[in-house]
């Protein structure tokens, strides 16, 4: 028998030459041209239905059985377990912490406090002494300015003003007066009272001893010249005469 690509063909041998050829049977062993593209179609449409079927999968959201799992009470009790666990490890680290820190307190407690305490105490005494400073100051001015206040009131008691010019320089110079005295309200420097009130000794100079039907004894009952004083600290002593 020889075989010639997809056909079989049987041939009696001859010894020599070729006799008659008797009837020739061939079997096809080709599929059809329909019958493949057939095929492909078939395996083109599995292939889609495939893919279809995984892209349907993938947007799908997560089965019943993945939400169970995450809602059983295994898990939740696992889970319950895991955050008590990570509780008690911070409660653990607190108590260290405390621990450390009540160590530290009971070894550095009073230093820290008796530093606080030095700290507070410089800071009152700078503070003391600034105001100090600034008080100091203000009486020192005070003093060489009182001295031009003086004048001025010396020169009101002796001048009386006859002419409409001579009153309006004498209020120019009550204007310039009054500045003054506003520019000590302004530096907490204000007038020692003096009549009315009882003697004191130091905050008045007693010029002399009067008898007095308006005030009883020991009460101041005229003024001399005025006192100043810049908050509690004297200036200058009002001058002054005693109910006898």
């Known amino acids: 028998m020889i075989r010639c690509g997809l056909v079989a063909v049987s041939l009696p041998l001859l010894a020599f030459g070729f006799g008659t050829l008797p ?16 095929e492909e179609a078939s395996a083109d449409d599995a292939s ?35 955050l008590q666990s990570d509780i008690a490890a911070m409660e653990k680290e607190i108590e260290e912490a405390n621990a ?10 009073d230093k820290f406090d008796m530093l606080n305490k030095e700290s507070q105490l410089m800071q009152e005494r700078f503070a003391e002494q600034g105001a100090q400073g600034k008080e100091t100051a203000t009486v020192e001015v005070a003093q060489k300015i009182l001295n031009v206040l003086d004048n001025y009131d ?14 309006e320089i004498v209020d ?25 009130t009882e003697f004191d000794y130091e905050m008045h100079q007693a010029m002399m001893q009067m008898p007095s039907d308006e005030y009883e004894e020991g009460i101041v009952c005229q003024e001399f010249a005025m006192g100043w004083k810049c908050g509690e600290k004297l200036i200058r002593p009002a001058m002054v005469a005693v109910a006898a």
Not at 100 to 106: E, I, S
Not at 155 to 165: D, G, H, I, K, L
């Open 100 to 109: 450390l820190y009540t160590a530290g307190k009971a070894e550095w407690g």
């Open 48 to 82: 889609s239905d495939a893919s279809t079927s995984e892209e349907e999968q993938a947007a799908s959201p997560p089965s019943e059985d993945t939400s169970d799992i995450l809602n059983s009470p295994a898990f939740l009790t696992r889970k319950v377990e895991v």
């Open 154 to 167: 010396r020169a009101f008691q002796s001048v009386e003003a006859a002419t409409n010019e001579e009153v």
């Open 172 to 196: 120019a110079y009550k204007n310039t007066y009054d500045m003054i005295l506003d520019a000590f309200s302004e530096l907490n420097v204000t007038k020692v009272e003096t009549v009315g």
């Open 23 to 38: 009837h020739v049977k061939l079997a096809s062993r080709q599929p059809s041209v329909s019958a493949l593209f057939s």
